[in-house]
């Protein structure tokens, strides 16, 4: 059977989330001042929101990409840019997202963003070096599940896990 791409699971809390983003607005608040962010939908919306809440940050924009379906990776689109934001180069804006990944996303934006600093709460290897700052690494193998994508539910026994295991 080919090995599956994602063979580690990393839920993560809305607590973890607000925690982690608050750490990286603890990390950016010095290497603002800061005049706007860019919060690459969807999925950097929610981390955009506290980092912009810590930091009084009240000029948020967005770039709009699209590229996985669920864990399936395909072309990136971008259905809005940085049209009509008042960003230019990017200088003294903070982009931010809720991870990067293989970094396709992170190249889009960057193109579009030259000078701008990429910030995002979690990161993987493949992504890593196009990030400015970031909070927690993963192993690319692990799918991360953020919680606006999972609710609770019936969990297995550990024992019973293992003896179908
Ligand atoms: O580094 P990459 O391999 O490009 O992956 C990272 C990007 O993928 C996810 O977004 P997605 O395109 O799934 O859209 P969403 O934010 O609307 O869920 C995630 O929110 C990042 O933006
Ligand atoms: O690990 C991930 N989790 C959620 N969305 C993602 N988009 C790319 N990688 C991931
Ligand atoms: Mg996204």
């Known amino acids: 059977m080919a090995e599956a791409p994602f063979n580690k699971h990393f839920p993560v809390s ?57 864990q399936n990776q395909r072309e990136a689109m971008v259905l809005k840019g940085t049209e009509g934001s008042n960003a230019g180069d990017g200088e003294g804006w903070l982009i931010i997202d809720d991870l990067v990944d293989t970094g396709k996303t992170a190249v889009i934006v960057r193109k579009m963003l030259p000078k701008a600093h990429f910030a995002t709460v979690y990161a993987k290897p ?27 539910q019936f969990s297995q026994p550990i024992a019973k896990q293992r003896n179908n295991g």
């Open 14 to 70: 809305w607590e973890e989330m607000h925690r982690n983003a608050k750490a990286l607005a603890w990390r950016l608040i010095d290497k603002g001042p800061w005049k706007g962010i860019i919060a690459i939908t969807r999925g950097g919306l929610v981390p955009a929101a506290i980092i912009a809440r810590e930091l009084e940050i009240r000029m948020i924009d967005t770039v709009c990409v699209s590229s996985y379906d669920h």
């Open 126 to 152: 493949a992504g890593r070096p196009l990030v400015d700052t970031f909070i927690t690494e993963v192993s690319q193998d692990t799918w991360i599940h953020f919680p606006w994508d999972i609710e609770l």
